[in-house]
């Protein structure tokens, strides 16, 4: 510890034991725990003690019959047990009896503090580090904490529940330790003595009516294998199995969930060998046990493992089947040539579930599609994958809930009943009619998916969120639509889709919900980006009125929209599909889009538009567009001048992505070469350094760079450092004889007015500048340091332990007015 610390310290250990005194705040006291476990970890906590008794002195202290604050008997706690790790530190602690005072029932334990969670969090916090050792061990087992620990398993504070489960596994884990490398016996008497108590109360548990007693013991159980993969955890999984399947026994399965997660536990454990200890045998067993919504998950658990008996997977996605071979069988289909769905189809429990009520119905189907949603794109799922069958009940959901589909029995008619207007399970089916994209199936079916999304999207009773999932479930199907080889055009019955969906899509960008606008909009601007070089697309999309629809789209009041319709108008015009607009203020004459972009830049209150412009402008850069490559000098000039003065920090970042792209252009210029030439490029004569230079002079954008060098936002500020140096680097070879043609006075003056910049006064702008003074200056500056500054955080020179302890002994006064560095 620095001496400066050493002298503080005694003052604030003083304040933290007074009750009269302001409590520090929790986020001081958890840096000044960071610190002390920072300390210890580099060091000996007994000569940190020993060194600094007053450390000893606030632990004593806080034991004292008295008003402390809870917060500060957290704290306490926590730091003993950080100090307490250490072995012999442990052992100089429990001399003066300390330790049993802090954990055992002399202390918080017997007291009013013991009803603040914050309390019985640092209790088994403490105990949590000191747990580090063979003498912890012993501690715990003699001062009783561990039948303290089993009763905060049910605390009212969830945190304070969990902990306390955790804390116990933690506990076994160390006690198990040293016989982690043998063979451990399966007799509970020669286990260590923990380990056997927590074993004991485990047993107990299982054994218990009470379902939060049974929860409790299998999340302890599932923690441990998920955490221990030791040979002992096989003996212990042997010795509680039987426990763990006689649930099954019972007329609901108790704590079901918990059940679930621990047998996946167990299976995915690499200490445990699954064919010896019949745990495939209890997972087959606890399938057949589970309600349908229960079983739902433990099915998709066991399809994800990767090795499984082959019957169990059967099994497995039988289960997960059976809600929709369910549905299928009500409307009347064929279940599909795999027999997988046919199999299902006969579970009268499931089909009890989905009609016992709205809410069970819309549960169990939405986890069964969430569930095949996540199994679909796996390597491990089941083969043959039952594309057919699937997409037709994706299909028949999105039907009932439209009141659409024909039940053929009592059962479809009152699915029908449940689901007409269900917009969870629409847009479940919508999300999983998307992911079948991937697969095949016959054109009928894929005839009857389009037909179905575009019954959606032409709905007037789809809302906002289903809309934007069929517009999203839509794409993805003409994505992956067939395709004629040599060819990247949308396929005949695509394009017949297409020209289906272009009116419906110009239906809803004037919809008055302003998300379903934007929903379209990022819809149109997918399509563009696909296929907007294509001549089906092009002809069916000018032959609609979307393109101009979208450009009033600029003018919308939502600011998402406008900000969407910019992104969409930037990609028409990209690819020649832009119809030109009439300009608002000359009805009789048109502008460009440029024009109406710029203006978008300059005048827009929302910053979304704003930046979306900014991004448009960049790639048109990039690619040459025909409205930037006219005259992109006055291009540059123009948007550089906006997006300097521009209050988000993200569009003035984008300016700088901006200038970027035009500094590698110019001087990719500059710097081409015959890629064939034997001899290295040589540097090139400063005067046409100088001529390359002269463009980014023109168009301010070194004055832009430097002003965004101390910005005020340190993202903008490193974007412009990386820029400076990429040009520092880019014209290394050419600037010295450039930079020694140049007098001194202009140089001073620039830098002169660099340093005021950083103070803070950026009012006064550079001018214009010539190339050899940008150089001059580009060497001047200390850009790699300012880098480095710029990469640390912003409160790094306030980080110190020193400037901590000054800071929460300034807040009672304790230091003079001068003495600390608050932050």
């Given at each position: 510890?620095?001496?400066?610390?050493?002298?503080?310290?005694?003052?604030?250990?003083?304040?933290?034991?007074?009750?009269?005194?302001?409590?520090?705040?929790?986020?001081?006291?958890?840096?000044?725990?960071?610190?002390?476990?920072?300390?210890?970890?580099?060091?000996?906590?007994?000569?940190?003690?020993?060194?600094?008794?007053?450390?000893?002195?606030?632990?004593?202290?806080?034991?004292?019959?008295?008003?402390?604050?809870?917060?500060?008997?957290?704290?306490?706690?926590?730091?003993?047990?950080?100090?307490?790790?250490?072995?012999?530190?442990?052992?100089?602690?429990?001399?003066?009896?300390?330790?049993?005072?802090?954990?055992?029932?002399?202390?918080?334990?017997?007291?009013?503090?013991?009803?603040?969670?914050?309390?019985?969090?640092?209790?088994?916090?403490?105990?949590?580090?000191?747990?580090?050792?063979?003498?912890?061990?012993?501690?715990?087992?003699?001062?009783?904490?561990?039948?303290?620990?089993?009763?905060?398993?049910?605390?009212?504070?969830?945190?304070?529940?969990?902990?306390?489960?955790?804390?116990?596994?933690?506990?076994?884990?160390?006690?198990?330790?040293?016989?982690?490398?043998?063979?451990?016996?399966?007799?509970?008497?020669?286990?260590?003595?923990?380990?056997?108590?927590?074993?004991?109360?485990?047993?107990?548990?299982?054994?218990?009516?009470?379902?939060?007693?049974?929860?409790?013991?299998?999340?302890?159980?599932?923690?441990?294998?998920?955490?221990?993969?030791?040979?002992?955890?096989?003996?212990?999984?042997?010795?509680?199995?039987?426990?763990?399947?006689?649930?099954?026994?019972?007329?609901?399965?108790?704590?079901?969930?918990?059940?679930?997660?621990?047998?996946?536990?167990?299976?995915?454990?690499?200490?445990?060998?699954?064919?010896?200890?019949g745990l495939w045998e209890t997972l087959a067993q606890t399938l057949n046990h589970l309600s349908p919504t229960q079983a739902g998950p433990l099915a998709l658990g066991i399809l994800k493992l990767q090795d499984c008996p082959q019957v169990l997977r059967a099994q497995?996605?039988?289960?997960l089947l059976q809600p929709l071979a369910c549905v299928l069988k009500a409307t009347g289909q064929d279940p599909g040539p795999s027999g997988v769905l046919d199999s299902a189809t006969g579970d009268s429990l499931t089909v009890d579930v989905l009609l016992s009520s709205?809410?069970?119905?819309?549960?169990?189907?939405?986890?069964?599609?969430?569930?095949?949603?996540?199994?679909?794109?796996?390597?491990?799922?089941?083969?043959?994958?039952?594309?057919?069958?699937?997409?037709?009940?994706?299909?028949?959901?999105?039907?009932?809930?439209?009141?659409?589909?024909?039940?053929?029995?009592?059962?479809?008619?009152?699915?029908?009943?449940?689901?007409?207007?269900?917009?969870?399970?629409?847009?479940?089916?919508?999300?999983?009619?998307?992911?079948?994209?991937?697969?095949?199936?016959?054109q009928e079916l894929v005839t009857e998916v389009f037909a179905v999304l575009l019954e959606y999207l032409r709905s007037p009773d789809s809302s906002p969120t289903v809309l934007k999932k069929a517009f999203q479930a839509t794409f993805r199907w003409l994505l992956s639509?067939?395709?004629?080889?040599?060819?990247?055009?949308?396929?005949?019955?695509?394009?017949?889709?297409?020209?289906?969906?272009?009116?419906?899509?110009?239906?809803?960008?004037?919809?008055?919900?302003?998300?379903?606008?934007?929903?379209?909009?990022?819809?149109?601007?997918?399509?563009?980006?696909?296929?907007?070089?294509?001549?089906?697309?092009?002809?069916?999309?000018?032959?609609?009125?979307?393109?101009?629809?979208?450009?009033?789209?600029?003018?919308?009041?939502?600011?998402?929209?406008?900000?969407?319709?910019?992104?969409?108008?930037?990609?028409?015009?990209?690819?020649?599909?832009?119809?030109?607009?009439?300009?608002?203020?000359?009805?009789?004459?048109?502008?460009?889009?440029?024009?109406?972009?710029?203006?978008?830049?300059?005048?827009?209150?929302?910053?979304?538009?704003?930046?979306?412009?900014?991004?448009?402008?960049?790639?048109?850069?990039?690619?040459?567009?025909?409205?930037?490559?006219?005259?992109?000098?006055?291009?540059?000039?123009?948007?550089?001048?906006?997006?300097?003065?521009?209050?988000?920090?993200?569009?003035?970042?984008?300016?700088?992505?901006?200038?970027?792209?035009?500094?590698?252009?110019?001087?990719?210029?500059?710097?081409?070469?015959?890629?064939?030439?034997?001899?290295?490029?040589?540097?090139?004569?400063?005067?046409?350094?100088?001529?390359?230079?002269?463009?980014?002079?023109?168009?301010?954008?070194?004055?832009?760079?430097?002003?965004?060098?101390?910005?005020?936002?340190?993202?903008?500020?490193?974007?412009?450092?990386?820029?400076?140096?990429?040009?520092?680097?880019?014209?290394?070879?050419?600037?010295?004889?450039?930079?020694?043609?140049?007098?001194?006075?202009?140089?001073?003056?620039?830098?002169?007015?660099?340093?005021?910049?950083?103070?803070?006064?950026?009012?006064?702008?550079?001018?214009?500048?010539?190339?050899?003074?940008?150089?001059?200056?580009?060497?001047?500056?200390?850009?790699?340091?300012?880098?480095?500054?710029?990469?640390?955080?912003?409160?790094?020179?306030?980080?110190?332990?020193?400037?901590?302890?000054?800071?929460?002994?300034?807040?009672?006064?304790?230091?003079?007015?001068?003495?600390?560095?608050?932050?």
């Amino acid at each position: 510890m620095d001496p400066e610390c050493s002298q503080l310290l005694p003052a604030l250990c003083a304040v933290l034991a007074d009750p009269r005194q302001p409590v520090a705040d929790d986020t001081c006291l958890e840096k000044l725990l960071d610190w002390f476990k920072t300390i210890t970890k580099a060091g000996s906590s007994l000569l940190l003690l020993q060194e600094n008794p007053c450390l000893v002195e606030l632990l004593c202290h806080v034991l004292k019959p008295q008003d402390l604050s809870s917060r500060v008997l957290s704290f306490s706690l926590r730091l003993a047990g950080v100090f307490a790790a250490q072995e012999d530190c442990f052992q100089y602690l429990q001399q003066g009896e300390l330790l049993p005072r802090l954990f055992g029932e002399p202390g918080p334990l017997g007291g009013a503090a013991w009803t603040a969670p914050s309390v019985r969090s640092g209790w088994i916090q403490g105990l949590r580090s000191l747990a580090q050792h063979p003498s912890a061990l012993h501690f715990l087992a003699d001062c009783g904490a561990v039948d303290t620990i089993f009763s905060l398993q049910g605390d009212s504070s969830l945190f304070v529940a969990s902990a306390a489960g955790q804390l116990l596994v933690h506990i076994l884990g160390l006690s198990m330790q040293g016989l982690a490398e043998g063979h451990p016996s399966l007799q509970a008497g020669d286990w260590p003595v923990c380990a056997q108590k927590i074993v004991g109360h485990i047993e107990e548990s299982l054994h218990s009516t009470a379902v939060p007693q049974i929860t409790q013991a299998l999340n302890v159980l599932t923690t441990t294998f998920g955490h221990c993969h030791d040979p002992w955890t096989q003996v212990l999984w042997v010795r509680l199995s039987p426990l763990v399947g006689s649930l099954l026994e019972k007329d609901p399965v108790p704590a079901a969930h918990s059940l679930v997660d621990l047998l996946l536990s167990v299976a995915r454990s690499p200490g445990l060998s699954s064919s010896s200890c019949g745990l495939w045998e209890t997972l087959a067993q606890t399938l057949n046990h589970l309600s349908p919504t229960q079983a739902g998950p433990l099915a998709l658990g066991i399809l994800k493992l990767q090795d499984c008996p082959q019957v169990l997977r059967a099994q497995a996605f039988v289960i997960l089947l059976q809600p929709l071979a369910c549905v299928l069988k009500a409307t009347g289909q064929d279940p599909g040539p795999s027999g997988v769905l046919d199999s299902a189809t006969g579970d009268s429990l499931t089909v009890d579930v989905l009609l016992s009520s709205k809410a069970a119905c819309v549960g169990l189907l939405c986890r069964t599609l969430a569930h095949l949603e996540l199994l679909q794109p796996l390597p491990q799922r089941p083969c043959p994958w039952p594309q057919e069958p699937l997409l037709g009940a994706a299909v028949t959901l999105l039907q009932l809930c439209r009141g659409s589909a024909s039940p053929a029995s009592d059962v479809g008619r009152h699915l029908c009943a449940l689901l007409l207007g269900c917009v969870r399970v629409q847009r479940a089916a919508l999300d999983f009619l998307g992911t079948l994209s991937q697969g095949t199936g016959p054109q009928e079916l894929v005839t009857e998916v389009f037909a179905v999304l575009l019954e959606y999207l032409r709905s007037p009773d789809s809302s906002p969120t289903v809309l934007k999932k069929a517009f999203q479930a839509t794409f993805r199907w003409l994505l992956s639509s067939p395709k004629t080889p040599g060819c990247c055009d949308l396929e005949p019955h695509a394009l017949l889709v297409l020209r289906e969906l272009l009116p419906v899509l110009q239906k809803r960008l004037c919809s008055p919900c302003w998300e379903v606008r934007d929903s379209g909009l990022e819809f149109l601007t997918q399509m563009t980006r696909h296929w907007g070089g294509q001549a089906g697309f092009r002809h069916a999309l000018l032959a609609s009125e979307v393109p101009k629809l979208t450009e009033q789209l600029l003018r919308d009041p939502e600011s998402y929209v406008r900000a969407s319709a910019v992104t969409v108008m930037g990609q028409l015009s990209s690819q020649g599909l832009h119809v030109t607009p009439v300009s608002p203020e000359h009805p009789g004459g048109q502008q460009s889009l440029l024009v109406e972009l710029l203006h978008i830049l300059s005048t827009d209150s929302e910053g979304f538009p704003r930046r979306a412009v900014m991004q448009v402008f960049t790639q048109w850069l990039r690619d040459h567009h025909a409205d930037v490559a006219g005259d992109t000098e006055q291009f540059m000039a123009r948007v550089l001048q906006v997006a300097s003065q521009d209050l988000d920090w993200e569009v003035r970042a984008q300016g700088l992505e901006l200038a970027l792209v035009f500094l590698e252009q110019t001087l990719g210029q500059f710097h081409s070469h015959c890629p064939y030439a034997v001899t290295p490029p040589v540097a090139a004569p400063a005067g046409s350094l100088a001529q390359a230079l002269q463009p980014l002079c023109r168009v301010r954008l070194f004055e832009f760079a430097f002003r965004a060098l101390f910005d005020c936002d340190r993202p903008v500020a490193q974007k412009s450092c990386d820029l400076l140096l990429f040009l520092r680097a880019k014209t290394a070879s050419s600037s010295g004889s450039l930079e020694e043609s140049r007098s001194g006075p202009d140089v001073a003056s620039v830098e002169a007015a660099l340093q005021r910049w950083q103070a803070g006064d950026q009012g006064q702008p550079l001018g214009d500048l010539e190339p050899e003074v940008v150089l001059a200056v580009l060497r001047s500056v200390d850009l790699e340091g300012l880098r480095g500054a710029l990469a640390e955080g912003s409160d790094h020179m306030e980080k110190s332990p020193q400037s901590l302890l000054q800071d929460m002994l300034a807040t009672v006064g304790v230091l003079g007015e001068n003495e600390a560095d608050c932050y």
